[in-house]
């Protein structure tokens, strides 16, 4: 279940990539960049399909072989990680909402890597959450679709 | 003649997936230098293995359990060197790497076990987790441009009865 942490992390980018300093001494810089890419958009659509609980657009999106970090954890393909931790990461961000603080996606040929940070906070089974969560994604042109191969998750 | 066209292209084929293969090997021989030399830098709290092979850049982000250095200055100089004054040891053992090499990106991933003291409260640290590094090749020469490690404290091992 903690591992549904750092998973929230971005899964609230795709709502908005609008970023405020409100209430900060110092304006701090802000990086969004390269969001318009496919392979952010895939990113983006995997963050919301984790939201709204789209299990086959999530699954869909994600290389055969993908390698998952998270917690300390990981799970060594897109099925191992369907079968386990998708449902509760699912359930989890349902209930906490997520602020996107960074992403920056930087796409080198038919690879792509995608860097994220955001602010996640709410309630879930009755403990209040408030934490930064980052995310490394790495993406590669599979069949001329882009698909994740590794995620990275941590807060 | 045709006998003779054959075993030339299967020739020139053979050479090229040679030669494709050697590169492929120097470019992982080259990575894990590089996460060789990581390793020194933190174990001994010098910047200068970092300063080489990081490629330093306006957006540069370096996670680390839920926080961030950004960019390469800020990595060195507030988490890498002062590591050296304030624990008394730190051990980094990098595990089951793998290398994914696409042109000129690659993305290497470890399984990681970290110990240390620290001085000041002459507390132990014992954790396993994870690492991942983004590389990027310019001019012949691979450049980390980011990495992202977390871990969690080791797990008591079970008592086998």
């Not at chain 1, 909402?97 to 960074?102: D, G, I, R, T, Y």
């Not at chain 2, 961030?68 to 507030?78: A, P, S, Y």
């Not at chain 2, 051990?91 to 089951?96: D, G, K, M, Q």
Request: net charge positive; no cysteine.
């Amino acid at each position: 279940m903690k591992h549904i942490h750092g998973l929230l992390l971005l899964l609230s980018l795709s709502l908005s990539i609008t970023v405020s300093a409100h209430g900060k001494k110092h304006e701090e810089k802000v990086i969004m960049k390269g969001l318009h890419t496919p392979a952010a958009k895939v990113v983006m659509s995997f963050h919301k399909a984790l939201r709204t609980g789209d299990k086959a657009l999530a699954r869909k999106l994600l290389a055969d072989d993908v390698q998952i970090y998270e917690g300390g954890r990981v799970e060594r393909s897109a099925e191992q990680y369907a079968h386990h931790h998708m449902l509760s990461d699912m359930k989890y961000l349902a209930a906490v909402s997520s602020k996107p603080l960074e992403h920056q996606v930087k796409v080198m040929g038919d690879s792509a890597v995608s860097m994220a940070r955001n602010h996640t906070k709410g309630s879930y089974k009755g403990k209040e959450r408030d934490y930064q969560g980052m995310e490394t994604m790495v993406l590669e042109k599979q069949a001329g679709e882009w698909k994740i191969v590794h995620i990275h998750w941590s807060h | 003649m045709l006998r003779t066209l054959i075993i030339f292209t299967l020739t020139i084929l053979s050479f090229t997936a040679s030669a494709h293969g050697e590169q492929e090997h120097g470019d992982e021989k080259q990575i894990k230098h590089i996460i060789d030399r990581i390793k020194y830098g933190w174990e001994n709290g010098d910047g200068k293995p970092f300063r080489k092979h990081f490629m330093d850049f306006d957006g540069a982000r370096y996670f680390e359990s839920g926080g961030q250095n950004k960019g390469l200055d800020d990595l060195v100089e507030h988490h890498v060197e002062p590591e050296k004054d304030a624990l008394v040891f730190l051990e980094l053992h990098f595990s089951n790497i793998q290398i994914h090499i696409e042109d000129a990106m690659a993305w290497a991933v470890a399984d990681t076990e970290v110990k240390g003291k620290v001085r000041k409260s002459g507390k132990t640290f014992d954790k396993t987790g994870f690492q991942t590094f983004i590389l990027k090749k310019i001019q012949g020469h691979w450049k980390v441009l980011h990495t992202h490690s977390s871990s969690r404290n080791r797990k008591p091992m079970k008592a086998h009865h």
